[in-house]
């Protein structure tokens, strides 16, 4: 149990589909991440939260929507996505940011069709 | 951001030890060197980091050179849930972005 869950574990969806993401830190942290991990490439930063206000927002396009009620929850909308957008999206909490430590959670894999 | 350089993979035996390198000739001197590695199916996960000294954790060892150009991660008893992708990442200040590169994805076997 890494403290960091994300839900739903798989997705797949069209490209004219709406669908959301969830992130949920147990860990009392103040920062969180947004991540996409395309196959054979390294893990791309999309979105930094830190006490609820965006800090980091890395080109990502507008199809990509993120939103952080409160410092324990994230969400990434999605909407008319492309096939190429297909990724294991994972989210990730730290204490503050910056901060030394980031723990992740078990990310969602996500089809786009 | 610096960069670094790692091998694709390795591959060890259960219960010997294991040196993952990582090079970063680029080094400036606040950034710190952080090691992560993702497990088959999970997020990463933090194992260790430092700036001169060597450190030691429960997770592993880091071994950084005098000049700072060049560390080693080392496993001292690889098991086979050790098998992971092992990401060597510099971070300004230690708290600077996670820059993840390609990584070594090393290999254990029984």
């Known amino acids: 149990e890494t403290g960091v869950t994300q839900t739903p574990r798989h997705l797949v969806m069209g490209m004219t589909n709406k669908k959301s993401l969830k992130c949920e830190q147990h860990?009392?942290?103040?920062?969180m991440y947004w991540y996409k991990q395309s196959a054979k490439k390294p893990l791309e930063l999309m979105f930094v939260?830190?006490?609820?206000?965006?800090?980091e927002n890395n080109s990502v396009p507008s199809r990509f929507s993120p939103e952080c009620p409160n410092s324990s929850h994230l969400f990434l909308h999605l909407h008319t996505l492309q096939p190429e957008d297909s990724a294991l999206y994972l989210c990730?909490?730290?204490?503050?940011?910056?901060?030394?430590?980031?723990?992740f959670g078990p990310g969602t894999r996500l089809t786009v069709l | 951001d610096a960069k670094t350089t790692q091998p694709n993979s390795m591959e060890s035996n259960e219960e010997e030890p294991v040196h993952l390198p990582c090079n970063h000739s680029?080094?400036?001197?606040?950034?710190?060197i952080h090691w992560y590695r993702q497990l088959p199916s999970q997020g990463p996960e933090y194992v260790i980091h430092?700036?001169?000294s060597n450190v030691n954790n429960r997770m592993a060892s880091l071994a950084i050179a005098e000049d700072r150009k060049s560390s080693t991660l080392i496993l001292h008893r690889a098991t086979l849930r050790d098998a992971a992708v092992y990401y060597c990442?510099?971070?300004?200040?230690?708290?600077?972005?996670?820059?993840f590169g390609q990584g070594t994805e090393l290999s254990v076997k029984p």
């Open positions: 680029t080094i400036s001197g606040t950034d710190y």
């Open positions: 860990l009392g942290h103040n920062a």
């Open positions: 990730a909490s730290s204490q503050d940011y910056p901060s030394v430590g980031q723990y």
């Open positions: 939260y830190s006490l609820e206000e965006r800090v």
């Open positions: 990442i510099l971070r300004e200040n230690q708290g600077g972005k996670l820059i």
């Open positions: 430092g700036l001169t």
